[in-house]
C-alpha cells in the first residue's frame, strides 16, 4: 500500500518555467488538496478537490492550476514560476475532512531562480 | 489575529516530562487535527477530534468545543517525540483546513 507519491522531492526553475507536481493515492480517498509550508508561515491551501472532476481554491491559488480527471491523482501545475513560488509543496488526502485522518505525501522541495 | 493560535512557539523539555502544546482557534469547527512533522519534513496524522478526547499511547488529545481549544499532551516525553506538532481545524461549512503555525518541540535526553 503505497499511500500518497508525490513527485518530484526535488527541482530547481528557472522564472518563467512551468512544471507539474505530482500527486497520486492508492486508497480511493475522495478528498484530496495541496499546501505549500514556508518558513514561519504554517501550511497554507492551495486548492483542493472533493472528487474526480471537481476542484476549487484556496488560501493561495494565484500561479497554480490543478485538475482531478480520476480519484487517484491530483497534479499541481506550475504556469509560469516565480521565486515566491519557492517553497516546500505537500500533498494530502482523506476520505473526508470529518471522517478521518489526512494522509500526506513526502514533499516536494521547489526552487526557482 | 490567526484563526489558529497554536502555544508556546517553541518548547524544551528533558525526557520524561510530561508535555501539553495548546491550540486555540476562533471560527466554529466541525473537526480538529493533530499532525506531527519530524525534522526531513515527512508529515503524520495524530488525531482528528470532534470532540472530548482521544488517546494513542503516549499520546493524549482533548478538545473544548465551546472555549474553541485543544490541547496535545505527551506523557513519558522521549527525544523520539522531538518534532513539530501541528493544529488543524476545519471551518464548519468549509471543505479547507486552517493551520497552526506549529510547536517546535525538543526533549532532550
Known amino acids: 500500500n503505497a499511500g500518497v507519491t508525490q513527485t518530484p522531492k526535488f527541482q530547481v526553475l528557472k522564472t518563467g518555467q512551468s512544471m507539474t507536481l505530482q500527486c497520486a493515492q492508492d486508497m480511493n480517498h475522495e478528498y484530496m488538496s495541496w499546501y505549500r509550508q514556508d518558513p514561519g508561515m504554517g501550511l497554507r491551501l492551495i486548492h483542493y478537490s472533493v472528487g474526480a472532476g471537481i476542484t476549487d481554491q484556496g488560501e493561495v491559488p494565484n500561479g497554480y492550476n490543478v485538475s482531478r480527471s480520476t480519484t487517484e491523482d491530483f497534479p499541481l501545475r506550475l504556469l509560469s514560476a516565480a521565486p515566491s513560488q519557492t517553497s516546500v509543496y505537500f500533498c494530502?488526502?482523506?476520505?473526508?475532512?470529518?471522517?478521518?485522518?489526512?494522509?500526506f505525501g513526502e514533499g516536494s522541495r521547489l526552487t526557482v531562480l | 489575529k490567526n484563526e489558529v493560535e497554536q502555544s508556546p512557539q517553541n518548547l524544551t523539555a528533558q525526557e520524561g516530562e510530561f508535555i501539553t502544546i495548546n491550540c486555540s482557534y476562533s471560527v466554529g469547527i466541525s473537526a480538529l487535527h493533530w499532525l506531527q512533522q519530524h525534522p526531513g519534513g515527512g508529515i503524520v496524522s495524530l488525531f482528528m477530534l470532534s470532540s472530548g478526547k482521544k488517546k494513542h499511547g503516549r499520546l493524549i488529545a482533548t478538545i473544548n468545543i465551546q472555549e474553541k481549544h485543544s490541547s496535545l499532551h505527551i506523557t513519558a516525553s522521549h527525544p523520539r517525540d522531538s518534532a513539530v506538532y501541528i493544529c488543524?481545524?476545519?471551518?464548519?461549512?468549509?471543505?479547507?483546513?486552517?493551520f497552526g503555525q506549529g510547536t517546535r518541540l525538543t526533549i532532550n535526553p
Open positions: 488543524a481545524v476545519r471551518d464548519q461549512g468549509a471543505q479547507k483546513l486552517v
Open positions: 494530502a488526502s482523506s476520505w473526508g475532512l470529518n471522517t478521518g485522518e489526512l494522509f
